[in-house]
């Protein structure tokens, strides 16, 4: 069946590091693919999407790209700041059932 | 902006109680879902709802049930409620076509039950 993958956090860096927040799915045929972002006390928002191998999502200086080869979809950020402490969702939709595959959930902690 | 608004932030009940979370969309969205969230499960589906009156049931529906009278409200029911309920309760609404139409969430129900 369908699934995703996350890393497990809590992820610690300091303001201005670089982020990995690794992502595999395993899905039949095309499935698109989603980055989640829950600040705190907050519910659930898009960060960013992909719906085709290849394609790169990007929002906020957040990148992820579709890589059908290695069934992944890991998120980056070149320089992060305070501002992106918040737990971080994998998700994938294969459009079978309406319904979202969702990852786990990694907490990311920025300190200044 | 879409908005997605949970009726209570908190709420605390005891074991056996009925309990009733509501959820009202601004955006005239025909998909609408809830979900609870516990420390190290992610997210898990409890039920959805793709139009009026129709419900599915999600991964962990034992124990509830839902309503959606009208379009822009789906309320989720705890019939008896029991401490295992004690979760983060979230709401969510979207466009049919989930591949480009992103799920729109609530701030959620932090739901206690003692």
């Known amino acids: 069946g369908n699934s995703v993958t996350q890393m497990e956090g809590p992820v610690t860096l300091s303001e201005e590091a670089f982020l990995t927040i690794n992502c595999t799915y395993t899905?039949?045929?095309?499935?698109?693919l989603f980055w989640y972002v829950q600040y705190p006390g907050e519910g659930l928002q898009l960060l960013l999407k992909a719906t085709k191998a290849d394609d790169k999502g990007s929002n906020k200086g957040f990148e992820a790209t579709y890589r059908k080869e290695t069934t992944s979809f890991h998120l980056e950020k070149g320089s992060v700041q305070v501002s992106d402490s918040a737990v971080y969702f994998c998700a994938l939709y294969a459009g079978n059932n309406r319904k979202l595959i969702w990852g786990l959930g990694t907490s990311l902690a920025v300190n200044p | 902006d879409v908005k997605v608004t949970q009726s209570s932030r908190y709420l605390v009940k005891r074991t056996g109680e009925k309990v009733f979370l509501e959820c009202v969309q601004d955006m005239d969205h025909e998909n609408m879902f809830w979900y609870r969230q516990d420390p190290g499960l992610g997210l898990r589906l409890i039920y959805f709802s793709y139009d009026v009156k129709m419900k599915e049931k999600g991964d962990i529906p034992e124990g509830y049930s839902v309503s959606r009278e009208k379009k822009e409200r789906f309320s989720l029911i705890l019939e008896s409620a029991s401490t295992n309920q004690t979760s983060m309760y979230l709401c969510a609404s979207s466009f049919p076509g989930q591949s480009n139409s992103p799920l729109h969430f609530g701030n959620g129900t932090r739901l206690t039950v003692t």
């Open positions: 899905a039949t045929g095309y499935p698109s």
